[in-house]
């Protein structure tokens, strides 16, 4: 998962001078993964119900949202270096109102306040539906709001899953959450601690979310969860797998294209694997996060699988998709990871050859049992990242070009911004592919020739 953030910096504080701020509208600064881009637009489609319009840039805005990312330290020192820059802003301007949701809301609240004193609320993941009213509330009177509560999951049925709102706005593309949380409390992940315990949404809600979403120009939906394939527990109705899930969705007609993001390696079965070969609408690309290739560090990751289940899953994935694109993330530098384990993590991307991977640096999340254990040095690190980084670039290349001379199909999202005449979109393996036509070609379905590769994709013409 990506992440994404447009700083303020100081030099700009002055362009907050010759702004005032226009009443009713608002600017979400978001950081992090795929959820937080949807819970933020969420909150947009919240504000709008209370007369709120977006604004065209952070510097007019009454509200300012930070929807906040813990993941790793990079996008928390963000957030705060934004907040300290907005609390210039808020002591000259009193009318803005300024706001800070998601995962680092959740864990340090208390911090945030301290170093952000103006701020006026405060809110964890779970009270993204409250946002209007707190905004409403606070239009009325300023005083500072917080709300912090994580759903609980007692017993084994789950009743506090958050109702969403759907966007009227066609939107070819949209995620859809489909589960809550995380149970399975790998040591270096401050995800369970921040989105609380693992909750599936209904399967009915889900289906007509997607009904409504088709209905208005949704032709490609990806479903979202931490561990996405481990849906369908403590449901009322029972259990449903995963697997069943995809296939409900794929009935909905108007619904081209299926992906989702991320599975948990140990859940991902024969059955899903079936249902990718057998399902048109699924599509041929899978993101599973292997984080280490090396059976010591996956056990002290806590991470339920061995680097042999891996390649297992891997295998019969190939054996029975062919063509099917596999990509995943890793983490260099966890705790004690010697050189040596370090050599078998590149050793195996080497052999299973991933079409693509997000490589991070370790990060100690305070309260993970990781951030406890003996730390690998900064600079190490640094170097495993760049030599992980050298040898993937040079898979993926290789990767992308094992397609030329082949027909894939795209959906296509819209012009180019990088080549003139060319529009872009993604091959049903998730590759970004760049094409010349002479027409309009946005929100089609269309088949392309492979012609060159490039380490971010591919450029192709039309057959
Ligand atoms: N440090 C570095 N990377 C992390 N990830 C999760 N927690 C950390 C951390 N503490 C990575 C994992 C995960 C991805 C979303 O972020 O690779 O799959
Ligand atoms: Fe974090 Fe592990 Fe859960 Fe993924 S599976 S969200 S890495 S605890």
Redesign the pocket.
């Known amino acids: 998962m990506s992440s994404s953030s447009v700083l303020i910096r100081p030099s700009r504080i002055q362009n907050f001078k010759n702004h005032d701020c226009i009443p009713s509208t608002y600017f979400i600064q978001t950081w992090g993964c795929q959820m937080n881009v949807e819970d933020s637009e969420q909150i947009g489609l919240y504000l709008n119900q209370i007369g709120f319009k977006p604004s065209k840039d952070v510097y007019s805005a009454q509200l300012i949202i930070l929807n906040t990312c813990s993941v790793r330290k990079k996008p928390e020192d963000k957030a705060f270096s934004m907040l300290g820059e907005l609390s210039i802003i808020k002591g000259r301007d009193q009318d803005r109102i300024i706001g800070v949701c998601g995962c680092m809301a959740q864990i340090r609240a208390e911090e945030i306040r301290k170093r952000a004193p103006l701020v006026d609320f405060v809110v964890g993941t779970a009270q993204i539906s409250e946002i209007s009213q707190i905004v409403e509330n606070l239009l009325e009177k300023r005083t500072f709001y917080t709300s912090l509560n994580l759903p609980e999951r007692k017993g084994s049925i789950v009743s506090d899953i958050p109702q969403r709102q759907v966007d009227r706005n066609a939107k070819l593309k949209t995620f859809v959450p489909i589960q809550y949380g995380?149970d399975?409390?790998?040591t270096y992940?401050i995800?369970?601690a921040t989105r609380g315990r693992e909750r599936s949404r209904p399967t009915v809600d889900i289906i007509d979310e997607i009904k409504k979403l088709a209905d208005h120009g949704t032709k490609e939906v990806t479903l979202l969860g931490?561990?996405v394939n481990s849906y369908g527990k403590n449901l009322a109705e029972g259990r449903v797998p995963f697997s069943e899930l995809l296939l409900k969705v794929a009935e909905i007609s108007g619904i081209e294209r299926i992906r989702y993001t991320s599975p948990?390696p140990r859940d991902f079965k024969t059955d899903l694997i079936e249902v990718i070969r057998d399902c048109p609408k699924v599509m041929e690309h899978v993101h599973m996060p292997l984080q280490a290739g090396n059976n010591t560090v996956l056990k002290r990751m806590r991470r339920l699988y061995t680097v042999e289940s891996f390649k297992e899953i891997v295998d019969e994935l190939r054996s029975t998709v062919p063509g099917v694109s596999i990509t995943t993330d890793i983490i260099v530098g966890f705790p004690e990871e010697t050189e040596e384990q370090f050599q078998d993590t590149l050793s195996m991307m080497d052999e299973i050859r991933f079409d693509g991977a997000f490589m991070f640096k370790y990060s100690p999340r305070e309260g993970t049992p990781g951030a406890e254990m003996v730390q690998v040095d900064q600079k190490i690190k640094e170097r495993r990242l760049d030599d992980l980084i050298h040898l993937q670039n040079q898979i993926t290349l290789e990767k992308n070009r094992e397609m030329i001379g082949k027909n894939i199909e795209i959906l296509v999202e819209g012009p180019s911004p990088k080549i003139l005449n060319s529009y872009q979109g993604y091959s049903r393996e998730f590759k970004l592919v760049h094409f010349l036509a002479g027409r309009e070609l946005t929100n089609q379905i269309i088949n392309v020739q492979c012609e060159k590769a490039h380490p971010w994709g591919l450029e192709a013409s039309l057959t």
């Open positions: 995380c399975k409390f790998c992940c995800v369970p931490q561990t948990y």
